[in-house]
């Protein structure tokens, strides 16, 4: 996972997202989109990850 990356677990990732931990644990299953993922990819980028690398990691 991205977060693990930036050594964050998902609690943390979920408070600097303000989020929900269950809302981090469905966006990196995959299971679901809305405004939380839009900000987890936010993070990502400001982050310096590759949001490219995510959606190929993503794809079915």
Do not use: A, P
Not at 13 to 26: F, G
Not at 27 to 34: F, S
Request: hydrophobic residues 30%; without cysteine.
């Amino acid at each position: 996972m991205y977060r693990e990356i930036l050594g964050l677990s998902q609690k943390q990732m979920s408070e600097h997202l303000n989020l929900t931990q269950s809302t981090i644990s469905k966006i990196e299953n995959g299971t679901t989109l809305g405004n939380g993922f839009v900000k987890y990819l936010k993070f990502l980028v400001k982050h310096n990850l590759d949001i490219n690398d995510y959606f190929r990691d993503h794809e079915k």
